[in-house]
Structure formats: structure tokens, C-alpha cells
């Protein structure tokens, strides 16, 4: 189980690669920010292994708010709660997440764990993120770099 914010879901939504995640986990829980977040890029369902979890008002979600989006806020939150991993992409709600010891993941560690357990192989690593590009999530040289290092020890 793990829990996530938007942008990783967003993206495996657009490119019609949910198994990206389903072949990792048997369940994603998303707070319901998260989920009218990604109501709002498309008017399809999520997926069966998403579970939508209400984060009722919380001292910490609104000093959270404060500094991060809703959907970035809430999801820290649930992964508190939940004791789970959180897949974040966005820079500084990684670092405050890291600062709650949460352990995280982003769009760059699910590729990398599809490679690693067989599910992908590096071409189609390459390809998805060349795609993801495209579409405008942006990846460091440096990071894209690290990436194709570890993908081609996998």
C-alpha cells in the first residue's frame, strides 16, 4: 500500500499506464483533494486499487496548507496517518514530507521499481519518460542521467 498526491497519477492517467502503479502495489490511497484533482483532468473513473480517504479538519493540514496546495497537504497528511510511503513528485512538498520521515517516491522511483522487478524493460523506461516529457513534466539532465545509470544495473 502507498498513498499519493496528484502529478504521478495525472501523468499515468494521460499516457493510459496505470499498471505502472498496479504492478507495484495492491492499493493507492489518495485523500479526496487528491481525487478532485484528478476529477478535474479527466472525467473517468480511477482504477479499482484506488481508495479515497476524507481528511477531516486537522491542526497540521492547516499549517501544511500554508505552504503546499491541498492535494500536496492532504496526502502528507494520509501517509502520516496510514504510516505508508507517499509517491510526490512536486520539489518542496518532497522535502517536507521528508521532514515528517515520511519515505517517498515519485514518478522516477515507480519507473525505476517496474525495471527492477521485470515488469519494465529499459526501452520502455526510456520511451514512457520521453514521452512524459513531452507532455511537460520535467526531469533534470542531471536526475535523467542518474536514472539510466540505475536503470541499466537493474
Not at 28 to 48: G, N, T
Amino acid at each position: 500500500m502507498i498513498v499519493s498526491d496528484t502529478t504521478t497519477p495525472i501523468i499515468l492517467m494521460e499516457t493510459g499506464r496505470w499498471e505502472l502503479l498496479s504492478n507495484l502495489f495492491c492499493r493507492v490511497s489518495i485523500p479526496k483533494a487528491v481525487y478532485e484533482e484528478l476529477l478535474c483532468k479527466d472525467e473517468r473513473s480511477l482504477p479499482d486499487f484506488f481508495e479515497i480517504i476524507e481528511i477531516r479538519d486537522d491542526p497540521m493540514l492547516e499549517t501544511l496548507k500554508m505552504l503546499l496546495d491541498r492535494g500536496e497537504s492532504e496526502a502528507i497528511v494520509l501517509a502520516l496517518r496510514l504510516g505508508q510511503p507517499l509517491i510526490i513528485d512536486e520539489k518542496k512538498g518532497r522535502k517536507i514530507a521528508r521532514r515528517y520521515g515520511i519515505e517517498i517516491v515519485g514518478l522516477l522511483g515507480i519507473v525505476y521499481l517496474n525495471v527492477k522487478k521485470g515488469r519494465l524493460d529499459a526501452k520502455g523506461a526510456f520511451e514512457f519518460l520521453d514521452e512524459v516529457q513531452e507532455r511537460g513534466f520535467r526531469i533534470s539532465e542531471s536526475l535523467l542521467q542518474w536514472m539510466k545509470q540505475k536503470v541499466k544495473q537493474a
